[in-house]
């Protein structure tokens, strides 16, 4: 996908194959079939939510990801890794949830702030 920066300050190119990217670039992944935004760092930058949902999690099929791509003063993806989400992996309510073949996890996305301005995510599986 192509983000257009405003401010005349170009283009940039997000994939799987990027360095701050987890995985691999693949036919089929749908790697942004659904998009959100939100300062989920709270660093002050806005930070980029994509949902992989065709995404293979090992030998699950379209288990589905979502990466968080955060923002930086030079740009998404100019500073540290993304934040990389998947059944099974991580901490919490993920972590303790399985993979099943089509859950396509991040299929829609959305996220926002709080009324405590406490950013959140939110990813259909």
Same mark, same amino acid.
């Given at each position: 996908?192509?983000?257009?920066?405003?401010?005349?300050?170009?283009?940039?190119?997000? !994939?799987?194959? $990027?360095?701050?990217?987890?995985?691999?670039?693949?036919? !089929?992944?749908?790697?942004?079939? *659904? $998009?959100?935004?939100?300062?989920? !760092?709270? @660093?002050?930058?806005?930070?980029?939510? #994509?949902?992989? &949902?065709?995404?293979? #999690?090992?030998?699950?099929?379209?288990?589905?990801?979502?990466?968080?791509?955060?923002?930086? *003063?030079?740009?998404?993806?100019?500073?540290?890794?993304?934040?990389?989400?998947?059944?099974?992996?991580?901490?919490? @309510?993920?972590?303790?949830?399985? &993979?099943?073949?089509?859950?396509?996890?991040?299929?829609? #996305?959305?996220?926002?702030?709080?009324?405590? !301005?406490?950013?959140?995510?939110?990813?259909?599986?």
């Amino acid at each position: 996908m192509r983000i257009v920066y405003g401010g005349g300050k170009g283009t940039f190119e997000i !994939n799987q194959d $990027l360095s701050t990217v987890p995985g691999d670039a693949e036919a !089929n992944d749908y790697f942004g079939d *659904s $998009l959100a935004t939100v300062d989920h !760092n709270a @660093d002050g930058c806005t930070d980029l939510v #994509v949902g992989a &949902s065709r995404e293979d #999690v090992g030998s699950v099929t379209d288990g589905g990801t979502v990466d968080v791509i955060y923002g930086a *003063s030079g740009g998404l993806a100019s500073g540290r890794a993304a934040l990389h989400l998947e059944q099974g992996a991580g901490s919490g @309510d993920i972590l303790a949830a399985t &993979s099943d073949s089509g859950d396509r996890m991040g299929a829609a #996305v959305a996220a926002g702030l709080t009324f405590a !301005n406490e950013p959140y995510i939110v990813i259909g599986t």
